[in-house]
């Protein structure tokens, strides 16, 4: 197997596939544009992005590419699916939580909540029409993680199409599968101690997504995966969810939606959750190793 490494949307992006393959070269090229290009639409924090021309425009008719329109579209599903639980308006949220700057930029600041919590919710009253979007005015997207899932889709739908066998797309714990490929390992990392695997997993295709509020912390509680009930960081019993999914984009929205669900997540979907007293729920049919 062979593997290429970069970074993009703020995370380590791991991609890999099968060594001697003469259309890996190319296809790790693609992949690593996709990104780039994804991120300078879907990034909150570049005054530049296609993300933030909408955000500026809230209340108004905004036209948009017909990528933007598709994960937008995605994450109403994605809300609509949850109850409401995984929500593409927590920005503003997610701002008074103090994740205001990238999360390096966080970490070196290490301050705590700046506002109150602000209301989320308001996701039924967006509006899409062909190239059109339209979103409440006051009230600002953050489709950061469905975005990063979804690219991760493209990247290794993209790699497939360059010829590659099959890839394998690892972006900061979204990974998907294109192609036709081997039963591969992948771990799920112990949320309190990155270095020890908590279980293996055998996958050849399909998707994986995980959601931690240990990862992105920032202080005692705060952290970015927002209760949209409350406004504020989760305080569910679930510090760590990994979902299956057909594709990465779907994979967020339910790992999202699974922190916030607690334990009887384990009875909806196919994942593993790490429970805050140790316990790891797991309800993962694939061939899967403790």
């Not at 992949?31 to 300078?40: D, G, L, N, P, Q």
């Not at 955000?55 to 699916?81: C, I």
């Not at 700057?101 to 970490?107: C, I, K, S, Y």
């Not at 308001?122 to 950061?144: A, M, Q, Y």
Request: with cysteine; glycine share 10%.
């Amino acid at each position: 197997m062979t593997t290429h490494r970069f970074r993009a949307m703020g995370t380590s992006i791991e991609v890999q596939g099968p060594t001697g393959d003469p259309h890996l070269p190319r296809a790790f090229e693609r992949i690593v544009a996709r990104f780039e290009r994804e991120e300078e639409r879907f990034s909150r924090f570049r005054a530049t992005s296609e993300l933030s021309r909408v955000n500026a425009s809230s209340g108004r008719p905004t036209r948009v590419t017909s990528a933007f329109a598709e994960v937008l579209g995605l994450a109403l599903d994605g809300a609509a699916l949850t109850g409401s639980r995984f929500d593409p308006t927590v920005h503003d949220a997610l701002v008074a939580a103090g994740y205001d700057r990238t999360f390096d930029e966080v970490l070196a600041g290490a301050r705590g909540r700046l506002h109150p919590a602000v209301p989320c919710g308001r996701w039924k009253e967006i509006s899409i029409h062909d190239d059109v979007v339209e979103v409440p005015r006051g009230v600002h997207l953050d489709l950061g993680g469905i975005a990063k899932g979804w690219t991760a889709d493209r990247a290794a739908e993209g790699g497939v199409e360059a010829g590659a066998a099959w890839i394998l797309v690892n972006a900061g714990g979204d990974l998907r599968i294109g192609g036709d490929a081997p039963s591969i390992a992948v771990s799920v990392e112990d949320p309190e101690d990155p270095r020890r695997e908590l279980i293996s997993l055998e996958l050849s295709h399909g998707a994986l997504a995980t959601s931690s509020v240990v990862k992105r912390s920032w202080g005692d509680g705060e952290h970015h995966v927002i209760d949209p009930r409350t406004g504020l960081p989760s305080q569910s019993e679930v510090l760590q969810a990994t979902v299956w999914a057909e594709t990465c984009a779907v994979a967020e929205v339910l790992a999202t939606a699974s922190i916030l669900r607690g334990r009887s997540a384990a009875d909806l979907h196919q994942c593993i959750l790490v429970l805050r007293n140790d316990e790891a729920v797991i309800s993962m049919p694939v061939e899967a190793r403790v």
